[in-house]
C-alpha cells in the first residue's frame, strides 16, 4: 500500500485480504472479525475508518482509550471495542464499563478482579485467555501448563469466555503458534463451544492466522500505517 493510501483504502485492501484467505481456507468472511488496532492514534486518525465502515476497534491502554473514544463513540454508537492489551487488576473496574470484550486475561488475581467489576457494573464483557504461546519470559499471557487451572477459576467465576488468544514470539515463522492454539482450545474443551475463539494474526501474519482458525485478528499498522 502506497503511502498516499487513504483509510479506506487500507481497509479495503485488508478486507480483501481476509476474504481472499477465508476463500483459500474455506471459511466464511463473518466468520472472522477483524479489530482495527487504533492505539497511539489519535481520534482525527481513527474517524475516517469508522467513517468507511468500520466498527470493530482494539485498544491497549486503559487510560488511552478513555481519553479518545466516549467522544468518537457519541458519534458513532455501535462501536465495539476491544481490550487487546494487560490489564492491571486495579484498572478492571474502568476496563468493564468501557470495553466490550477483553483479550488479555491471564491470571489467578485477573480473574477475581474482574469478577467483582462485573458485579459492580452490572454488565459482563467476554473475555479471552491470553496464552504465552511461545513460553517467553518477558511476554504476557497464561503459560501452557497453567492454562486448566485458570480455565477452570474463570469458568468458577462466571467470566464469560470467549475463547484464547496469543502473540507468538517476534520474527520467527508464526504458523507452528498458532497450529498449537487449536490443539490447546481441543485440549481444554473450548472447541465447539458457542463462546470458542481464537484471536490471532496481526498486520504481518493475519492470512496465515486465519488459515489456521482465528477468529478475531488484531490489525494495527497494516490500516493505520506505522506507529510514531
Ligand atoms: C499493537 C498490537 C497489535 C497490532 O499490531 P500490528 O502489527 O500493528 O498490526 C495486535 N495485537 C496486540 C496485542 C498489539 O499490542
Given at each position: 500500500m ?6 479506506a ?6 478486507n480483501?485480504e ?5 476463500k ?11 479489530i482495527a ?9 481513527i ?22 473514544w466516549?467522544a ?11 481490550l487487546?492489551?494487560?490489564?492491571q ?7 468493564v464499563?468501557?470495553f ?10 485477573l ?8 458485579d ?6 467476554p ?22 487451572a485458570?480455565?477452570?477459576?474463570a469458568?468458577?467465576?462466571?467470566i ?8 507468538p514470539?517476534?520474527g ?12 490447546l ?7 465447539n463451544?458457542?463462546?470458542?475463539g ?11 492466522a486465519?488459515m489456521l482458525?482465528a477468529?478475531h485478528i ?11
Amino acid at each position: 500500500m502506497s503511502k498516499n493510501a487513504t483509510p479506506a483504502d487500507r481497509l479495503g485492501a485488508v478486507n480483501a485480504e481476509i476474504a481472499k484467505s477465508c476463500k483459500i481456507a474455506r471459511r466464511e468472511p463473518t466468520d472472522v472479525t477483524l479489530i482495527a488496532v487504533s492505539k497511539t492514534h489519535p481520534a482525527p486518525r481513527i474517524a475516517p475508518l469508522i467513517a468507511a465502515g468500520q466498527r470493530v476497534f482494539g485498544e491497549n491502554r486503559v487510560q488511552e482509550a478513555e481519553g479518545k473514544w466516549p467522544a468518537l463513540r457519541e458519534e458513532t454508537p455501535d462501536v465495539e471495542l476491544h481490550l487487546i492489551g494487560q490489564l492491571q487488576s486495579n484498572k478492571a473496574e474502568e476496563a468493564v464499563v468501557l470495553f466490550d470484550c477483553i483479550h488479555s486475561l491471564d491470571r489467578p488475581s485477573l480473574v477475581k478482579a474482574l469478577a467483582k467489576a462485573f458485579d459492580k457494573a452490572g454488565r459482563q464483557v467476554p473475555c479471552f485467555v491470553q496464552v504465552n504461546i511461545g513460553d517467553e519470559d518477558q511476554k504476557g499471557g497464561c503459560g501452557i501448563k497453567d492454562l486448566p487451572a485458570l480455565l477452570e477459576q474463570a469458568r468458577n467465576a462466571d467470566i464469560p469466555l470467549a475463547g484464547l488468544m496469543c502473540v507468538p514470539p517476534f520474527g520467527i515463522e508464526p504458523a507452528p503458534y498458532f497450529a498449537l492454539m487449536a490443539k490447546l482450545a481441543d485440549d481444554h474443551g473450548l472447541a465447539n463451544h458457542p463462546l470458542e475463539g481464537r484471536s490471532m494474526g496481526m498486520s504481518g501474519d493475519y492470512p496465515t492466522a486465519i488459515m489456521l482458525g482465528a477468529t478475531h485478528i488484531r490489525v494495527g499498522t497494516a490500516l493505520f500505517g506505522e506507529r510514531g
